[in-house]
């Protein structure tokens, strides 16, 4: 197909679906994959969970990655038929809204937005950790939030500038977090095995459940797997700026998954295989930081701490985007507050300039407020898994009436598997992120956002949201 075809048959999709096509098209492919691999970073989720990690479970908790990647990896592939059919910026508010009730896809949409303003200080109070560290900064809550508040302006005003600008940083972290994360383990790798490493250690609880059931712990340490391997539907987010979105997107979010998965194993076993001493990682503020620059002495452990920190800012600078966007995409069906300002293109940038500044104000306060790292990252690893299984759920039960193209990508004879057991992941998920007493004041906090998102629905927008054309009847 010519570039001129998949652009004409982009914009006939977009207006089949009632919008004009405003946003500038300009991602392909690897853009479009590099969007979904940015926004799940594997370096920013281990970075940010591995002390957690390290300290609930022990080296052995990092064999729930694979658990945890297994069943995001069923919920990428649902997502990823899902935005073969519905080609459009929202992704689940879309995708729901065409599914089911105005309700439901309303607090969808809500939950995402309530996810997307949490996870960018989140994000970026690693890439804080990481900067603090590489320039001898003092750790202290008030000089993290310093430097997570200056980070979110850079991150907005590249955004508001140019979605050109900001692909281009992505396209390039990409290569900055396969070399760093491939760099790091091979040379923790080599650095493991010539310090005679013992294996043994990969199998190490540490201090974690002495004389007690280690069930629990060991279910603490989804934490990590769960707050990482989400926003493979960001892609999905900037489908109206994607060139052939329909057969594009659906490749990128199911291989983000994927290689993100391998990646991530491959250098979590390389970095309990290096630690020079447990005990002192275990007492360490950044272990990981320690582990590296311990293990591969003072210059080049920080040249690698560069690539991280490069890597852990465009994952940050992603989030921003794709949250610009869903707020756009709610505000032009008048679905959200102040809708006549967050609905509009800035004319030279093509870029939603005030939904974008306005995740600015927000992001700021969340950061201001943020009682720990913990609670955000807790948050942020529950709030998508209640938007994956609302969205996985509704699509479930209206599958059966969906008309797919012959060249669109699907599930085929295994969809059925694939729903069922993508339900009960991510049962299992929500109730490992809400029942332990760790998680609970995260819980809370996210339980009173969705009561909020409830309250606005039934006072300001159930009277002028109408049930527009729907995918199936």
Known sequence: MKKDDASSEDVKIVEALNYKQELKRSLKLFSSFAIGFSFISITTGIFTNYKFIIQTGGPVGIWSWPIVIAGQLLVALIFAELAG?????????????RLSTP????????????????????????????????????????????????????????????IKLTSLINNGAVFTEIIGIVGLTIFLFVAAFKSNVDPSILLSTGNAAKGTSYIAPFLLTMLMGSFTIVGFEAAANLSEETVNARKTVPKAVWSSVALAGIFGMFF??????????????????????????????????????VIVGVSIF??????????????????????????RYFKK?????????AATFFILILSLISTYFAESLTVLV???????????????????????????????????????????????????????LTIPEEFHTSTIVSGLMIIVGVISYFLFFRSRLVKRSRLVE
């Not at 465009?314 to 679905?335: E, F, N, P, Q």
């Open 378 to 432: 807790a948050a942020t690893a529950l709030l998508p898994a209640l938007i994956y299984l609302i969205t996985v759920v509704t699509y479930g039960l209206t599958r059966k009436n969906v008309k797919f193209r012959a060249d669109s990508f699907t599930l085929g004879k295994f969809s059925k598997p694939v729903l069922i057991f993508a339900v009960l992941w991510l049962i299992l998920e929500i109730g490992i």
């Open 103 to 162: 309700f439901l896809s309303w607090i969808t949409g809500w939950i995402s937005f309530c996810f997307l303003i949490l996870v960018i200080p989140a994000v970026d109070w690693a890439f804080a950790l990481v900067f603090a560290g590489l320039l001898n900064i003092p750790i202290s809550d008030q000089s993290i939030k310093i430097i997570v508040m200056v980070t979110i302006i850079v991150q907005v005003t590249f955004n508001i500038l140019s």
């Open 345 to 353: 293109i800035l004319p030279k940038t093509k870029t939603p300039a």
């Open 268 to 305: 979590l076993i390389a970095s309990v295989m290096a630690i020079p001493n447990l005990n002192d990682v275990l007492n360490s503020d950044n272990p990981l930081s320690y582990i590296i620059v311990t293990t591969l002495g003072n210059v080049v452990g920080k040249l690698f701490l």
């Open 314 to 339: 465009a994952c940050g600078l992603v989030i921003t985007t794709s949250a610009g966007r869903l707020i756009y995409a709610m505000a032009r069906d008048k679905a959200f507050f102040f809708s």
């Open 85 to 97: 059919i519905i080609p459009i910026s929202g992704y689940s508010y879309q995708w729901i809204k």
